[in-house]
């Protein structure tokens, strides 16, 4: 394997190898990090999603509370 690859480095110029190094360096660094993004990204919505949930049960204890208010006031 270790000769297959030197042997189609050899064949590039020198610039080329190196431009091809960097390119796989970058995919490697993102296959590593891809992962982490992931959680990330599933972390943060779903603290989106329960301060949405939130937001919506408060929405709903104030309308309920407005209908309290309104049927048990005084009466003309």
Known sequence: MEWYVEQI???LPFG???AILIFLGI???IWLLLP???LFIQWNTGKI???I???ADQIERREWDE???HH???KD
């Open 16 to 18: 080329l190898g190196i």
């Open 36 to 38: 982490l993004w992931v």
């Open 72 to 74: 048990s006031g005084p």
């Open 53 to 55: 949930r939130r937001l």
């Open 27 to 29: 995919l490697l660094i």
């Open 49 to 51: 999603r329960d301060e």
């Open 9 to 11: 480095f050899k064949g």
């Open 67 to 69: 209908k309290e208010r």
